[in-house]
């Protein structure tokens, strides 16, 4: 098998477990993943839900990136174009399946801007009781915690949790540095004075600070939450293969620095342990590109604004039904639907997750990656 094509296939495999679990992935040894169970802050996310969906066939994970600034100074907040006021809302929304079978794994991830009704609870906040109400996806974190969150996803997908991770900021810039910086290539330059994000056309080797405004950058495609969805399936499938490629898997002492900078900001339900992350890895050692399938939810409209809400992603709700039905009942995802009112780059469901940065054809002077 040509190099290149193995290092996809190992990108591929791992990336389907995203952020911490990608470690299980690499072949770790059970003294490794003890050490690592041991370390994980626990959170229950499922405490209180009532009238949840049936449990289905194989095992879904949400997995979810926060915009917490914990564990980072003032300079460090300046410098990574943080700013100062921290928010624990859902800035990544991912919904991984894996299938009963072993023989498949699907990665969905939904728009944070999403629109949502947020079910009946009390604000964590102010301790307030909230009647349900209107707002977007990513509030659920803040508005009640993981078990608002994770019954906000089940009632907008129809599709049971059974487990739940969440990592936030500073694991992740710290996992990137430990592995060596990752590499993604751009057919044209990337710039938001937002987050900070300033890439050239072409091939470039990102830093956790780099990588960090490459996966945040909201303003490089006109505003859009969805082509960001896009970067931050690339970064994780190339975060993966550097991980495994680089050597930092192999390395002993790398891998445990690896695993201790994911741990520093990593939030687990407590029945997510070593044994479940064996299995996991168990799972995913032989899949292949065919076996993975990186999906967004399909979109309806996607800067639809809401009063009181601002601009929200609103979902084509019969594409979305199938999609979700399919993970149910543990089937391969429908091919996408492409239609008059939807575009060709939001119809992405059951597509490979891709190598290189593609939102976008190459510019006048870009490159082809």
């Not at 994980?40 to 949400?62: S, Y």
């Not at 979810?64 to 809302?89: M, P």
């Not at 409209?301 to 929200?312: D, H, I, N, W």
Request: charged fraction near 20%.
């Amino acid at each position: 098998m040509p190099a290149t094509r193995s290092r996809r296939r190992w990108g591929l495999r791992a990336a389907a477990v995203a952020a911490g679990l990608v470690l299980t992935a690499g072949g770790v040894g059970h003294a490794v993943l003890g050490s690592a169970e041991h370390g994980v802050h626990r959170v229950d996310p499922f405490t209180g839900l009532r009238d949840r969906p049936d449990a289905g066939r194989g095992l879904n994970i949400l997995l979810i990136g926060t915009d917490s600034r914990e564990g980072l100074t003032a300079d460090e907040r300046e410098e990574y174009h943080l700013g100062h006021a921290s928010c624990y809302c859902a800035d990544t929304i991912l919904l991984l399946h894996l299938s009963e079978a072993g023989d498949r794994a699907t990665v969905v991830s939904l728009p944070r801007d999403s629109y949502a009704k947020l079910p009946e609870h009390t604000f964590a906040v102010s301790g307030a009781h909230h009647e349900p109400h209107a707002g977007k996806l990513n509030a659920a974190l803040s508005h009640g915690g993981p078990p608002l969150m994770v019954r906000t996803v089940e009632d907008l997908t129809g599709v049971r949790v059974d487990h739940y991770l969440e990592v936030s900021f500073g694991g992740f810039m710290r996992a990137v540095d430990e592995v060596g910086g990752v590499k993604v290539c751009t057919p044209r330059p990337l710039r938001d004075a937002h987050s900070g994000l300033d890439l050239p056309a072409g091939t470039s080797r990102l830093d956790g600070a780099e990588a960090l405004a490459y996966v945040r950058a909201r303003y490089v495609d006109g505003g859009s939450d969805l082509g960001r969805m896009n970067r931050q399936q690339t970064f994780l499938a190339a975060f993966a293969d550097q991980a495994i490629t680089g050597g930092a898997l192999l390395d002993p002492a790398r891998l445990g620095a690896t695993v201790r900078a994911l741990l520093d900001s990593v939030r687990a339900d407590p029945g997510f342990g070593a044994e479940q992350m064996l299995q996991l890895a168990g799972v995913l050692k032989d899949f292949s590109p065919s076996d993975t399938r990186f999906a967004s939810v399909p979109v309806q409209e996607a800067g639809r604004s809401v009063p009181g809400l601002g601009s929200t992603v609103i979902w084509d709700d019969g594409a979305a039904r199938r999609l979700f039905a399919a993970l149910s009942e543990d089937r391969p995802l429908p091919r996408p639907e492409r239609s008059t009112t939807t575009p060709a780059t939001l119809a992405t469901l059951a597509t490979p997750a891709p190598t290189a940065e593609d939102d976008d054809p190459p510019a006048a002077g870009g490159v082809s990656c």
